[in-house]
């Protein structure tokens, strides 16, 4: 896997155009092998991109201490972002050249704290890619365990650019 690299200014953002002039297989693809910039809020979250396939994303990541809440657990934000994030990407696989997608809603199911330090595996699966929206679930599991740590599910919109 090629290193990817995280925008850090507007300006190591892909333009709108490139987004446009590919199919969103093909720009999550380009993502994964370090042509394009991942989002900054990956940095952030500490989580990158794994895998991606035609209906299918996994990301990996850690959540550390500035993701804790004031209890110390890990904060619902961080589940919630990472399946938004995992779930509205694997939808963008399906997205056609010159249209673009964004999160209409999401549910995010914590079934269980992961322990801050642990590594998980976020894995993205549509269940319908239409023409104007696209439905998804998610579910994250840890990498050395395997169990379940949450679950969701997400519609997105569909646009032509």
Excluded at 21 to 40: C, H, K, N, T
Excluded at 73 to 81: E, L, P
Aim: aromatic share 6%; net charge neutral.
């Amino acid at each position: 896997m090629a290193e990817q690299f995280l925008a850090k200014g507007p300006e190591d953002l892909a333009p709108r155009e490139v987004l446009l002039s590919m199919s969103g297989l093909d720009y999550m693809q380009a993502i994964l092998e370090g042509r394009l910039p991942v989002a900054p809020i990956w940095g952030i979250m500490n989580f990158r991109l794994h895998g991606v396939e035609p209906g299918r994303i996994v990301l990996r990541g850690t959540p550390g201490f500035n993701h804790a809440n004031p209890m110390g657990a890990v904060h619902g934000g961080w589940y919630g972002t990472l399946l938004d994030t995992v779930m509205a990407c694997a939808v963008m696989t399906t997205v056609p050249k010159g249209s673009w997608y964004t999160t209409l809603e999401y549910k995010v199911n914590i079934t269980r704290p992961v322990p801050l330090g642990t590594e998980v595996e976020a894995e993205g699966l549509v269940q319908h890619a239409g023409r104007t929206t696209g439905v998804s679930q998610g579910i994250v599991r840890g990498v050395e365990d395997g169990r379940t740590y949450a679950t969701g599910s997400t519609t997105c919109i569909i646009m032509k650019g």
